[in-house]
Every structure is written in C-alpha cells, then in structure tokens.
C-alpha cells in the first residue's frame, strides 16, 4: 500500500471509529423526527408494536400508542415538555397492546422535560426519571 493510500484508510477508519460528532449530536432536534419508544416506565415494550411520537415546528404531536392513532399539543420552553390533551381513535386490540399503549399515553401525559442524547430521547418526569426513552426512527 503507497503512503498516500494508508493515510487515506487510516484517515476514514479514525472517523469512523471515533464516533458522530459533538456538532451532529447537536444537530437533532425533538421536533420533526419520528421517535420510536423503546422503553416505558423501565419495562420494555412488546415486540412488533410501535409506539411512536412526531412533533412538528407548530407543537402539534401525533404518533400512534401501538393500536390507536394520537394527536393533540405539545408545549416545548427550552428542555421543559407538556403534552396537552391528546385525542386517540377507539380502535380495539390485544390486551398487549392496548397495556402498552395505555402506559405510552399516560407517561406522554406526566412528562415535564425531556433529554436528547445521540440518537435516544428521553421524556422525564417532576422528579427527572424517565418516563419513556425513545430512538430517532429512520
């Protein structure tokens, strides 16, 4: 391999192994990106069921609870959060799901502030435990 060459590889595999970039982690925002819930409450969530949240640059949350679609108002103020009423459909599922998505809508409720840390948001409660931690959808 020439010297050219080997720095060329050395140059990308440092990047690559380094991680994103403190800039690019910066970059997320909570509006505009589908959020994913990979936990509730600390127990997981049921396999094949997505329980998802988006908020757009006007504050109007939508997602589904894992059954039933969801919309309503989300008040953003720094890394405060309040979501107000939401509105759900009233479609039926398995036990499962309807659980989960019961748990999803009610930590949506009780959030109060929120973190973003790379690709994972985490919605928290008055006393800062986190009430849902979600992943950036692609």
């Given at each position: 391999m020439r010297a050219f060459e080997y720095a060329a590889v050395t140059t990308l595999m440092a990047l690559a192994l380094s991680g994103p970039s403190a800039s690019a982690e910066e970059d997320i925002q909570i509006a505009g990106v589908t959020w994913l819930a990979e936990d509730i409450g600390g127990a997981?969530?049921?396999d094949n069921v997505a329980s998802t949240l988006v908020?757009?640059?006007a504050g109007r949350a939508s997602g589904s609870g894992g059954c039933n679609r969801f919309?309503?108002?989300a008040k953003i103020e720094?890394?405060?959060i309040a979501f107000g009423p939401l509105a759900t459909s009233r479609k039926m599922c398995p036990p499962a799901v309807m659980d989960q998505e019961r748990k999803f809508l009610q930590?949506?409720?009780r959030t109060s502030s929120?973190?973003?840390e790379g690709t994972f948001?985490?919605?928290l409660g008055e006393d800062g435990v986190a009430l849902l931690r979600l992943v950036k959808s692609e």
């Open positions: 997981g969530v049921v908020i757009d640059a919309n309503g108002m720094d890394a405060k930590a949506l409720e929120f973190e973003i948001l985490r919605l």
